[in-house]
């Protein structure tokens, strides 16, 4: 009889990722990171106004360079942009692991 490696579908893995070493030098992600980071997005401060209440909102960089990144993947859809940032490493690298909900991607598209 046959007899193969064992394997289990139940077993955890922990694989530890540092994120800026997913975003490689000379790639569109690396250029795209670096110059909205060299942007003055002040411009969106007066949008938010949580200085005392409210949530703390999502830097707009970090919404800028998920979006501008998934439009350069042909991806204009807020649900799939969300789920862009769950899913690919680079995505969620230009993130910064943060988890933007597709609605608040909406409506930063769309301000």
Known sequence: MARYKYYS???QLMIPVNLKNQILPDTFEHT???????LDL????NKYANDETGAPAYDPA?????????????IISSR????????????MALAADTKPHFTTIADFISS
């Open 9 to 11: 579908y139940d077993q």
């Open 32 to 38: 795209l990171n670096r110059v909205i980071d060299s």
């Open 42 to 45: 002040s411009v969106f401060n």
């Open 62 to 74: 970090i919404l800028l360079k998920v979006v501008l990144f998934a439009y350069s993947r042909g």
């Open 80 to 91: 799939k942009i969300a789920r862009l940032c769950e899913e690919n490493i680079v995505c």
